[in-house]
């Protein structure tokens, strides 16, 4: 079975720039999370899709970020303007019900580096 | 809200040493507790959980039991591997409708040959 697939898994922007993200779920998988983590830090949950809708965005700074999940399947989160606080890991996951154990599946991440 | 405190890092130990990271959490009714591991350069994985108390986890040698007296879900490992060194995060998920997780800060452990 496929993993959680992200890209690019690395990106160098300027500050003030725009950058994008995307992720592919395991397939079947309904729910999407997209998290920050911050070096030092755990992951910090920015949003969460059911299907093609949102659940909880409530921690994403809508001012700059924005995230869509266009027919329920891959997802892109997107970083307009970019400040230096935002270099950090973009983990995305989604999520399979398993038991009562309820486990999330991680992408590798993308690595942004705002300088 | 939920928070999960784990114990400051890194760790450092010998080959074969015996492991103990502590992790507390603070949350409204019975969460599941997680144990996740990140190799350098790769994607969290799930190393074991645990759903109720008095559950113990326990996957590739690691262990941990989910106490609800004290609040706490610590990981063990008696004999730890050069290839263990990762960095270590507790977290919880609620059972409501989100089943969102709260990560710890992680910790990082490195084993010596």
């Known amino acids: 079975e496929a993993g959680v697939a992200q890209s690019p898994r690395y990106k160098i922007i300027e500050k003030r720039q725009s950058v994008a993200f995307w992720c592919n779920p395991i397939s079947g998988h309904a729910t999407l999370y997209w998290y920050q983590q911050i070096l030092g830090q755990g992951p910090k949950l920015l949003i969460q899709f059911q299907n093609n809708g949102v659940v909880d965005d409530s921690q994403l700074p809508k001012d700059r970020f924005s995230a869509e999940r266009l027919k329920g399947v891959d997802s892109t989160l997107k970083i307009q303007p970019a400040k230096l606080e935002d270099s950090a890991v973009y983990l995305c996951?989604?999520?399979?019900?398993?038991?009562?154990?309820?486990?999330?599946?991680f992408g590798p991440g993308t690595r942004l580096t705002v300088t | 809200g939920n928070s999960v405190t784990q114990m400051e890092g890194p760790v450092t130990l010998s080959e074969e040493a015996f492991l103990t990271i502590n992790c507390t959490y603070t949350a409204t009714g019975y969460p599941s507790l997680f144990w996740y591991v990140q190799y350098p350069g790769e994607g969290l994985q799930l190393l074991l959980k645990?759903?109720?108390?008095?559950d113990k986890g326990s996957n590739k040698g690691f262990e941990a039991t989910y106490r609800k007296e004290t609040t706490s879900f610590h990981l063990e490992k008696g004999s730890v591997q050069v290839s263990d060194s990762a960095v270590y995060f507790c977290a919880l998920s609620d059972h409501g409708s989100a089943r969102q997780l709260t990560f710890g800060s992680g910790t990082q452990l490195t084993v010596l040959p």
């Open positions: 645990a759903t109720k108390a008095d």
């Open positions: 996951a989604s999520r399979e019900k398993t038991g009562g154990g309820y486990e999330q599946y």
